[in-house]
């Protein structure tokens, strides 16, 4: 998986409770990604980052925050678990954006009862 | 509205055999098509990138074609193995400067049976 880590892999979680999801990388690439994947839909992207401290919405982003303190690393944050965020979510990283060749994580199974 | 829409949304072959897989999209103008694999429970791995300059691209039994003009690609599998069993997403890349913003399809399960 490109040396990037999720975690947690598995969660379950309760209405309204906030949930902290970390990606992991170290390739070093510049640009990180969070997605998410449910039946019957593509992968749609919630937020993006294009550097330390520089993040942008994606389609998806309402309920959603992100946070990239270090090159590495890049938090998405559910601040009050909603039952439509049951998801899985998928972390990607790319170190040039123009050419788009992104690498994805193996994933978060996310369960908000 | 940019859109990328995938055919069919399964399919089920018999190991060795050949198979096809149709991708139609209304991304203008497009930097890139790419073709991912995703095996169930993991993260999507790019198999073929195109420019729209080229017209196929192959990757061991794997070869992708696009053509521009009917704003159309294909993922052709020759010999398939059961290893193959995976879902095929097919990737837009606009052409609008450096976000990042992919366009997904939803992508086609393909499931190889002995």
């Known amino acids: 998986d490109a040396g990037i880590t999720q975690s947690p892999r598995h969660k379950v979680t309760e209405t309204g409770t906030p949930v902290t999801l970390r990606c992991h990388q170290t390739?070093?690439?510049?640009?990180m990604y969070w997605y998410r994947q449910d039946p019957g839909h593509g992968l749609r992207l919630i937020h993006y980052?294009?550097?330390?401290?520089?993040?942008d919405k994606g389609e998806v982003s309402d309920g959603y925050s992100v946070s990239r303190s270090k090159t590495e690393d890049f938090l998405l944050t559910l601040e009050s678990a909603t039952s439509s965020q049951t998801s899985v979510y998928f972390c990607?990283?790319?170190?040039?954006?123009?050419?788009?060749?992104?690498?994805f994580g193996p994933g978060t199974r996310l369960t908000v009862l | 509205k940019n859109q990328v829409e995938q055919s069919p949304q399964s399919l089920i072959i018999l190991e060795g055999k050949n198979c096809t897989l149709q991708?139609?999209?209304?991304?203008?103008?497009?930097?890139?098509l790419r073709w991912y694999k995703q095996d169930t429970g993991r993260g999507p791995v790019s198999l073929t990138i195109?420019?729209?300059?080229?017209n196929t691209k192959s990757n061991g039994r794997y070869t992708a074609t696009l053509d521009a003009d009917t704003k159309q690609s294909s993922l052709h599998i020759t010999a398939s193995q059961l290893s193959d069993s995976a879902s095929y997403i097919c990737?837009?890349?606009?052409?609008?400067?450096?976000?990042?913003?992919?366009?997904f399809g939803q992508g086609t399960t393909l499931q190889v049976k002995p």
């Open positions: 990607a990283i790319s170190r040039d954006s123009t050419y788009n060749e992104q690498f």
């Open positions: 390739e070093n690439h510049r640009y």
């Open positions: 980052s294009y550097g330390v401290k520089d993040t």
């Open positions: 991708c139609n999209y209304t991304v203008s103008p497009f930097s890139n």
């Open positions: 195109m420019t729209f300059s080229e």
């Open positions: 990737v837009v890349s606009p052409h609008s400067g450096n976000t990042g913003k992919l366009i």
